[in-house]
């Protein structure tokens, strides 16, 4: 599966953005879907992830309440909403797939396929 993401860009603290990641492949429906993010000179870190069927969802506590993930299988899309946004939030942001599950989720070493990357910038 290849992954494209979309929707970054430069956001006031507290706006709001929706990220978008475009899949390709006729089975995309069966893989678990996430978004995972790096900011410069940090690791990469899990931002949220969802279940083939559009659920469960999972988040980290660093955006839960402030991000929403979900899916179109129809359209092979995943989005990611965030909203409050906050200067820690700036980095790159990966769309990821993975047909692997565990209680490990939030390690990005579960997850096979990787878009290239959008870049979010909030300023203060």
């Known amino acids: 599966v290849q992954l494209v993401e979309s929707g970054g860009g430069l956001v006031q603290t507290g706006g709001s953005l929706r990220l978008s990641c475009a899949a390709s492949?006729?089975?995309?429906?069966?893989?678990?879907a996430g978004w995972f993010r790096q900011a410069p000179g940090k690791e990469r870190e899990f931002v949220a992830a969802?279940?083939?069927?559009?659920?469960?969802?999972y988040y980290a506590d660093s955006v839960k309440g402030r991000a929403t993930i979900s899916r179109d299988n129809a359209k092979n899309t995943v989005s990611l909403q965030m909203n409050t946004l906050k200067p820690e939030d700036t980095a790159v942001y990966y769309c990821?797939?993975?047909?692997?599950?565990?209680?490990?989720?939030?390690?990005?070493?579960?997850?096979?396929?990787w878009g290239q990357g959008t870049q979010v910038t909030v300023s203060s």
């Open positions: 990821a797939a993975t047909r692997r599950w565990g209680p490990e989720y939030y390690s990005g070493s579960l997850w096979g396929y």
């Open positions: 492949g006729r089975t995309f429906d069966t893989y678990f």
């Open positions: 969802i279940g083939s069927e559009a659920g469960p969802t």
